[in-house]
């Protein structure tokens, strides 16, 4: 049975986190960032197949300020959300 989509398993396994699909994503990328959707999209699909690269060569993707992409005992992949920093 796998895991359903949006949650995240290796600390509150109940936890689920927002799901966006890709072209929502793309979206909201191209508003922050003046990017025509097209090229958002692009983007995506670069950072996409480098973590999906990353993970068949076991490799753990990390992206920085939100977490890393993990492989479990069992061979599933999951993510790990970074923890939250304090701010002092």
Known sequence: MGSPRGRVY????DTVIAEMRKPEIAKQLARRSRLSQGEAADRLDVIFQKIVSDLRKGKEPVLPGLGKFKHGPDGQV???P???KRHE
């Open 78 to 80: 999951t993510f790990e």
């Open 82 to 84: 970074e923890a939250p």
């Open 10 to 13: 290796g600390r509150a396994p």
